[in-house]
């Protein structure tokens, strides 16, 4: 069954530096996406991409983020400045018709 | 803006239970609906979802869901579990014109022997 990938699977950071977060999405699905998981808290949506280019961002989704599509298998989620608060599980997703989002693994990213 | 409830944060049953989590959701307008199961250190796994049509959705492992309109509800049943379902279970909304998907805070399953 087609996977979305995410690597790395954690990483760990210091604060201020800046952080790049990769997945290869399902090969034949055209939309992309960024959630993140706090500990203890619900997914939050980030970020939503579609025909290179954002369609959708949530409050949270500040000029410290920033997504990329650099070639036609990759998509990274990019943090410039790392906050204590960014700390959390990062989770890409993707979706071709029908809205059968297909989730990745996860990036566990602490901050210290 | 979409909001999701999901009325129990912890669900602990014995093992060839039934089990039902419950989930509401409020949105002005209409919503496609799915459930997720995250096991531990794992990501996201969709075990159904509601699009139109029929209001009873099965899915995967045994487990199946009604949506509920009038009460603006999606509660995911399973009529007899067993251990390797123990996991957290994530009920989520999507605006039928937006791209965006709104999570619960998510009901952790624990299915004892």
């Known amino acids: 069954e087609p996977e979305v990938t995410q690597t790395p699977s954690h990483q760990v950071t210091q604060m201020g530096q800046e952080v790049i977060l990769r997945c290869v999405p399902i090969?034949?699905?055209?939309?992309f996406y960024w959630y993140r998981q706090i500990l203890g808290q619900k997914v939050e949506f980030l970020v939503s991409?579609?025909?290179?280019?954002?369609?959708?961002k949530s409050e949270i989704f500040d000029d410290q983020f920033s997504v990329e599509r650099p070639d036609g298998s990759n998509f990274t989620l990019k943090i410039r400045s790392t906050k204590l608060e960014d700390s959390a599980m990062y989770f890409c997703?993707?979706?071709?018709?029908?809205?059968?989002?297909?989730f990745g693994s996860g990036t566990r990213l602490t901050v210290v | 803006a979409q909001s999701v409830t999901q009325l129990d944060s912890q669900v602990p049953v014995f093992e060839e239970a039934p089990v039902e989590l419950r989930c509401n959701y409020s949105?002005?307008?209409?919503?496609?609906l799915f459930w997720y199961v995250q096991y531990p250190n794992q990501g996201l796994q969709l075990l159904l979802k509601?699009?139109?049509?029929?209001?009873l959705v099965k899915g995967i492992n045994g487990f199946e869901a009604e949506f509920n309109k009038s009460q603006t509800s999606f509660h995911l049943r399973k009529p007899s579990v067993h251990i390797s379902d123990t996991a957290e279970y994530f009920c989520?909304?999507?605006?039928?014109?937006?791209?965006?998907?709104?999570f619960g805070e998510g009901t952790q399953l624990t299915v004892n022997p």
């Open positions: 949105s002005s307008v209409s919503v496609y």
């Open positions: 997703a993707s979706s071709g018709a029908g809205y059968g989002y297909t």
């Open positions: 509601y699009l139109s049509g029929s209001t």
């Open positions: 991409f579609y025909n290179n280019e954002i369609s959708e």
């Open positions: 090969s034949n699905h055209l939309y």
């Open positions: 989520a909304v999507l605006e039928t014109s937006g791209s965006r998907l709104t």
